[in-house]
């Protein structure tokens, strides 16, 4: 798959289905073809089939942790952005977060504006 046609495609693994199809409408509106999945193993499976731009991960899955999934992404050639999204405040699960190799760290509640600046490279 070349780099053009991975440039849009995006990842989320959330599971809240509201969630997921909130994320859903925002990126397609923004022209992301989007993929929602709701357990880890499920978004290693779309992980093993495409290409992603970028990978939108929940922290706290039903029985899951989100960061779990960061090294099978990171063993790809390809390397899509992770943003992890979380709710939890705790400098303890901050700290984790910041050294598990993921690029953005977006606290709940998040807005249109904070997603966006995680697709968009720094001018």
């Given at each position: 798959?070349?780099?053009?046609?991975?440039?849009?495609?995006?990842?989320?693994?959330?599971?809240?289905?509201?969630?997921?199809?909130?994320?859903?409408?925002?990126?397609?509106?923004?022209?992301?073809?989007?993929?929602?999945?709701?357990?880890?193993d499920q978004a290693k499976e779309a992980l093993e089939r495409d290409d992603?731009?970028?990978?939108?991960?929940?922290?706290?899955?039903?029985?899951?942790?989100?960061?779990?999934?960061?090294?099978?992404?990171?063993?790809?050639?390809?390397?899509?952005?992770?943003?992890?999204?979380?709710?939890?405040?705790?400098?303890?699960?901050?700290?984790?977060v910041e050294d598990s190799n993921v690029d953005h760290l977006i606290e709940?509640?998040?807005?249109?504006?904070?997603?966006?600046e995680v697709l968009s490279p720094p001018h």
């Open positions: 798959m070349s780099k053009i046609e991975s440039s849009k495609k995006v990842l989320v693994v959330d599971d809240e289905r509201d969630i997921g199809f909130l994320m859903k409408i925002l990126l397609k509106s923004e022209g992301y073809e989007v993929q929602f999945v709701q357990t880890l992603f731009h970028t990978v939108f991960l929940d922290l706290n899955l039903d029985n899951e942790y989100g960061l779990d999934l960061v090294p099978v992404i990171r063993s790809f050639d390809h390397q899509p952005t992770i943003a992890v999204i979380t709710a939890q405040k705790e400098l303890k699960i901050r700290k984790e709940k509640p998040f807005n249109r504006k904070r997603i966006l």
